[in-house]
């Protein structure tokens, strides 16, 4: 944005007062100035658009709050301006990834789930959202592989055990498919908790 000043207008200037503490040689301007600081401060909080822009960790705040009262659009609308502002916040992106696949939406939930494993790759939550994210699109191969990297970074952690352990479940469950025939070999994505012996195409 060009600023342009106007060179012949004319600026009032506020008289120099002279200060209650006269044994100080710069009291008079010391004073002028913290008072047109708190005006300037009261007068911020009165008119609209004088509010500072939202931090980062604000917005964050905020979508986990709406999250927590199930308002995921609009808590996702919040995580993402915090994305803009801190694109490599991977705990933004597991949350997201979560509340992504809250709504349905696999795919976006594995976008989001993987970005959190690639900024925060020792972080064993981001691995089991990712692979609970690789489930829900179908992909329980690839889930088993998410699920091991957290075990191998967290190996007591009962909850990537348990959803390793429905990921295999499906694995074998598929395999009993392809080998009755049930499952044509070229259809190697099947839905979770829909009727397996369909195929998807």
Same mark, same amino acid.
Do not use: C
């Given at each position: 944005?060009?600023?342009?000043?106007?060179?012949?207008?004319?600026?009032?200037?506020?008289?120099?007062?002279?200060?209650?503490?006269?044994?100080?040689?710069?009291?008079?301007?010391?004073?002028?100035?913290?008072?047109?600081?708190?005006?300037?401060?009261?007068?911020?909080?009165?008119?609209?658009?004088?509010?500072?822009?939202?931090?980062?960790?604000?917005?964050?705040?905020?979508?986990?709050?709406?999250?927590?009262?199930?308002?995921?659009?609009?808590?996702?609308?919040?995580?993402?301006?915090?994305?803009?502002?801190? @694109? *490599?916040? /991977? +705990?933004?992106?597991?949350?997201? &990834?979560?509340?992504?696949?809250?709504?349905?939406?696999?795919?976006? $939930?594995?976008?989001?789930?993987?970005?959190?494993?690639?900024?925060?790759?020792?972080?064993?939550?981001?691995?089991?959202?990712?692979?609970?994210?690789?489930?829900?699109?179908?992909? @329980? *191969?690839? /889930? +088993?592989?998410?699920?091991?990297? &957290?075990?191998?970074?967290?190996?007591?952690?009962?909850?990537?055990? $348990?959803?390793?352990?429905?990921?295999?479940?499906?694995?074998?469950?598929?395999?009993?498919?392809?080998?009755?025939?049930?499952?044509?070999?070229?259809?190697?994505?099947?839905?979770?908790?829909?009727?397996?012996?369909?195929?998807?195409?």
């Amino acid at each position: 944005m060009k600023i342009a000043w106007n060179k012949n207008a004319k600026t009032k200037r506020q008289p120099v007062v002279a200060s209650a503490k006269p044994g100080l040689p710069f009291a008079a301007e010391f004073d002028n100035d913290e008072d047109e600081k708190k005006g300037s401060e009261e007068a911020g909080t009165d008119y609209p658009g004088t509010k500072p822009p939202d931090t980062a960790q604000s917005l964050q705040h905020q979508g986990n709050r709406l999250a927590e009262e199930g308002k995921y659009h609009e808590a996702l609308s919040k995580w993402e301006a915090s994305l803009s502002l801190i @694109p *490599d916040n /991977a +705990i933004i992106h597991e949350q997201k &990834a979560q509340v992504l696949l809250e709504l349905g939406d696999a795919w976006r $939930a594995l976008t989001a789930a993987t970005r959190a494993t690639e900024v925060e790759p020792s972080w064993p939550e981001a691995w089991v959202t990712l692979g609970r994210a690789q489930l829900n699109f179908g992909e @329980p *191969d690839k /889930a +088993i592989e998410s699920f091991d990297r &957290a075990l191998a970074i967290k190996p007591d952690y009962s909850e990537a055990k $348990a959803d390793r352990e429905t990921a295999s479940r499906l694995v074998r469950k598929r395999g009993q498919l392809h080998s009755s025939g049930d499952l044509n070999a070229n259809k190697r994505r099947f839905t979770v908790g829909g009727n397996s012996e369909k195929e998807v195409k």
